[in-house]
């Protein structure tokens, strides 16, 4: 029995937006309308095997960390709306 994920293919996979930032590693996740976001995130977590650090209610999404053929598989998920590094603020 293979428990490796289906591999996703797509003829436009979202682009990736944001640069990385080593003071804030991961991605930020957003949602189309019309998906429960706790659900959905669970739902990916679990199918592609990462963790989820937050989950954001207010932006459909949830905040992770996952390796580079992880992120390559999420451009094509329909639920995302936009994919992009996480970043840090800084306040003066």
């Known amino acids: 029995c293979n428990s490796a994920p289906e ?3 797509c ?4 682009p990736v937006g944001g640069a990385y930032d080593p003071k804030a590693p991961g991605y930020v996740v957003s949602f189309r309308d ?3 976001t706790p659900r ?3 739902r990916l977590a679990d199918h592609y ?3 989820i650090t937050s989950v954001r209610l207010p932006t459909h999404g949830f905040a992770a960390d996952f390796e580079d053929d992880v992120r390559e598989q999420l451009r094509c998920e329909p639920s995302i709306l936009y994919l992009e ?3 840090s603020i ?3």
């Not at 003829?11 to 979202?14: G, H």
């Open 49 to 51: 095997g990462f963790t």
């Open 34 to 36: 019309g998906f429960d």
């Open 85 to 87: 590094h996480n970043s």
């Open 40 to 42: 959905e995130a669970a």
């Open 7 to 9: 591999l996703l293919t």
């Open 11 to 14: 003829a436009n996979p979202l």
């Open 90 to 92: 800084v306040i003066d």
